[in-house]
């Protein structure tokens, strides 16, 4: 149990946190003033499963600022910062989120988010979507909200089934997104989780990336950044031939596992590096997840092929030792490297998608009721005006049309 | 008149030329075998309007090879090789170019390819269909395929206003030609042209590129590459904001014109540098442009601001002198420089988006008469495929998804 | 006090880093086999201020393996591994370190060093062999190492002076350390440093480095890698326009002041960022230095500018707040942000740059005596001898000249 | 025979090439005015054997401005224009150059220069120095400049034999002509050559360059720049290393040469391509060399190793074609690609090593009599003011130091 002292110190060390992301995230607080203004959520109920970190937290704090009563679960027992957690209920924000819980525990804290039957779920994987389909079915959910890439993969399999109850806005689908939160976001914040677990020098070293997609092509232009030399397997071909255009050498994982120093996978797809590919790795090499799930690299598989583990030989690195001597490093026992072993995405990049995910939970009140189940785009109307607000925050100009130009474009009688 | 042996010459010249293209366009000459076999185009009158290339004439085989009767006319008065012209009559194709003729010429040329009615329309830019809408309605033409981002937008215009009369394909609108056409091919290209017309040293030089789209993208890339300071232009938020997150300085062109060395426009829009613009740039300045028409830069109003014009200090490049003495150099007279200064898109490149073309004239053969008029996209199994034999023809091997895999992707049930 | 049980976990820790800084520095291994062979530096007393970090046990291990006693100080008041410090008693090495010591404690740490009068000294910074001369001039050094461009700059004063009294090693000038500690050590571990300390996206920040040496291009190649605009400055005229011929925007402080996001000093000289550059910043920027010492920002100067301050905003940060409103961040209080705010030079480039220093100091164990006061760069064949021993390791195989290569090389005669 | 009209308008075509070549040159101008007023060669006999182009002309001029009487022939048989030629009479300047001359006439064009006996020689490759220690040793010459690494190779190694008869300047090692000439205009210059010989798409090709000098670096960066995969092969341990910090894959010959899709040459030794590698080349590769000798590349093994030959494919480009149907690709001839395929340096840069050279022939005037034979550096003040001058010219204003900086870099009793 902690003491008052204790509790204090911590909601203190908390809202320390959120006020440093606050002032990196103007856009979203830009729209919490409007709601706290326009009221548009007023008597709306939220259910959120979340990474419970501070720029989540003034995510939280413009909802309620628009009136919205909200309950927040972990949607990783990783990743939750205790002291926002601590923190948040400041705002009158039912928090169930504690760092290293057990499986059961937090499970157990996501359905406590379901007490109060909520109107709009805001998800972040799928795990609470999920809940509400197979166990608590009774609940009728006006519309939801979904982060991630391997989450709308489901909701669309679900779509596709008719198993899916109620409209869902895919977050992670906007340019935005897309190309700031993805791409230069998860790039970033995965060397650092990997630099600030190994203090390992990147340049010179053979960066293995799994995976191409956005996140991918962040992950391998930000190694390529550090000096690496930057290996990318595929399974599309279409990605596999714009990574050797950009000047990547694409191998399978088959070869790519024999030569590379560095493993990152970031695929959302389960068992990329396998046993198969583990026993082919060079000694010292450093096994990294930037993908969603724990899944991509296969531990069981590795500690099937270890004689030995040594955990924790620094922060978030596991030494695994193999019968010949050889050392493999796994980093954050799989999880997400860049929230375990750094800090996650930088509050000025969740100001970009939470903003959306802001905007489009007051779309979702407004018009979830006319729309049939299904997995929606953001608006284009939103993620302009989210780009527009980044714009005005960060101080650069752009140039508008003219008026014959603006004709220009619209006219196919201009000829050549 | 050319004697016979200098007709002779021209043709074995452009057969050199087209054999040494066909070397590089893999796929497309793997396509033209199947076509010989198939004869999947067996009667059709295919007109074209084209840049009048090496690439276009390995293309020209394949439809040629797959049954269809083709009349061809340059898309461009100054982008027509005369060897390729005179070399394509031995696939019994009737070409309608040559270099350098003036604007009535190459209108005239372009009403012959209509002279026997065609069933299909090539077009890059827009002049074939803008004619056959204004000025040859009477033909019942069944379908079409448009090259250009800048032509892809005037049909889109004439759909949404009713007036567009058969189906077009919009083969620029593929990933494949997206990623691989413009952005690296008109990246490279164009600094390609760049260097050949001036053998200006770009490393240390400020490059404004206007226009943050495919094209902008890669000649950005190509900019940086070379050692460049790149400055980005544009008009869109989402792509300001992605240009500045790419680490490119980002201002409007009246800031860029004061500090800029080298202009580079590539935004399918006109007067892009305008007057005012001109009148406060530095004395030495390039001036180039890499969209499709040449009204991107003003080339009036530098006229008008000039004292007098040294025509040709260098092949493509002309010298406008103002009144207080400072030079601006314009290239290739403000046309595509990529086409006009250096060869246009390597083949290597034209070989995916010409393939995907190929692919879509079969596709059209066999589809357009139940299409209603419309701007189509290219079917995403015709993109796959190209990729797919792209790489196999650059002996590129990428992982396959294992039955797991499949399975994991497929089942929203699997869980976290 | 500690308690025994604390000592032995501080021991414990402070093995398991320098075991993990050991397996990432095979070259210095393999010298450390060597010594223990052929104990070159039996009887030789060597005294030492130097970072006391895990890298540096491992150099320490090399000599005592040698057969030199050693008596260790450090050399920053902020770097000391207080583990580490701890396990080195391990090794029969007299340590005197602790972390966060007022400066006489610092000072009398480097004094006792000398208690037993010293052969070798090796000092990274200056302050060693600073009080020889002031303050302990009765004692007969024969020879030392200096591993700071810093350092060496006031030993060729001195010698130029007549007033150094040994000779003196330049362990940083060889193009091992050169190359990779500075640039690619120093590059790393300063962005590193920055990240941890803010976790800010450095994607589209504007990032403004001071100097462009070895470490300043290091540091710029990094910001440019991350995402980041990178301006440069300069006083020199050749590195200048190295600077702008290798891409970056060259600017005078005065007016990188006004644009930047984030601001590095790494000149080796003092007030680079002074009270009038300060007053002009914009809000939120960041302030580190990654020089040797922590003269290169003003911070008395930024002190006066504030209105107030807020210590510790997060590690390593402290926010200025000025009477406008506007804070700015800075980091590590001015001091090395790579050592403070992160980890230092990775393990495997100490590998380098330390296995240089080892030989130098065999190689001044038979030669000092031979020798005048001044400074000498390292012998070419230890330099050579390092990067032998690192290809070996890291598995990369070159080629090696034919005979009638080696003869064209050398033969004058060989004609066009 | 050339009639008077046609010589007319070469000459007039070559002062174009000039007045556009000067216009990029302003440091060399600036100086050529200095020149013109103080006269400082008044009555010095130069003879030079340089490549004959219009930046070479500028340099003619500005010791022609000086007061000197010169004699020039080409250094290279292929690279002369024609037009240049012609030009430089109006200088008075005794030109002996043709492109495409025999090798007969190629040396005998270098013995005509010095039928005037000469006092300083200018040499570029060392085939004029050669001639005089060889054949014309009864010629006194006070002193002379070479301008490539290759040359200086060979005068080091005669003057360590004693053979050397008089002071040569080493042009090429100053940090200007390293950095800015050897990598910014090697490395443009080459992908230039390669782009127009072949207009081959560079990104997604894997590029081997064999040699990491100053010239090898710029080649692979600007290869890197273009979207290519670099490999770089080096004798060099410390060179090896530093191409693998720099994220560039490191492997022997042996190994890239059964990878590689492009190879360039620039290491200035002979047979770095040799039969054994030419004999495990894929299909379609190109072979350039940017070194100063067409050693580099084995044709005679290449030639051997063909069924036939199918020269001039392209321009520039000869096709091997090999018994079992691979054809590669020698572009040039395996004679400099930058030169013989694209224009050579650009003038820019031609404009800091050529300044460079006219300010070392001043200082040979005044300083040859007094110097013994060797091999002498740039005198660093000669390179400071080159860059000055080239920054002035530029626009970019750098940053001064203030007193208390002087004061701080001399003084090395600061402390910390």
Known sequence: ??????????IEAGERRIGWARRSMP????????????????????????????????????????????????????STQDDVAAALGGYGIAVRARAGVDMETYYRHIHQTLDVPPDIVLDDGG?????????????????????????????????????????????????TKRMFDNRYGTGQSTLDGIMRATNALLAGRTVVVAGFGFCGRGVAERAKGLGARVIVTEIDPVKGLDAALQGYEVLPMGRA?????????????????????????KDGVILANAGHFDVEIDVRALEALADSVNYGVRPNVDEYVLADGRRLLLLAEGRLVNLTAAEGHPAAVMDMSFSAEALAVAWLAGEADRLPP???????????????????????????????????????????
């Open 374 to 416: 299904g997995v929606y785009d953001v608006p284009a109307d939103i993620d302009a005006e989210v780009a527009r607000l980044k714009l005005a925050a960060t101080g650069i100009a752009i140039d508008a049309l003219t008026a014959e130009q603006e004709d220009y474009l619209h006219s196919w009688r201009a000829g050549s």
């Open 257 to 281: 596992a024999e030569v590379g120093d560095v493993f990152v996978t970031v695929t959302g797809n389960r068992d990329v590096v396998r046993g198969e590919h583990l026993a082919a790795m």
């Open 1 to 10: 149990m902690m003491t008052a002292r204790e509790l204090t110190d911590l």
């Open 127 to 175: 795990d609470l979507v999920n809940i509400l389909h197979t166990q608590r079915s009774e609940l009728a959910v006006r519309g939801g909200c979904e982060a991630t890439t391997t989450g709308i993969i489901r909701l669309r399999q679900m779509a596709a089934e008719g198993a899916l109850r109620f409209p869902v806005v895919a977050v992670n689908d906007t340019r």
């Open 27 to 78: 856009v979203l607080t830009a729209i919490a003033a409007r709601f706290a203004d326009e009221r548009p959520l007023d008597g709306l109920r939220v259910a959120a499963c979340l990474h419970v970190t501070a720029e989540t937290a003034v995510l939280m704090g413009a909802l309620r600022a628009g009136g919205a009563e909200i309950a927040l679960a972990a949607s990783n027992p990783l």
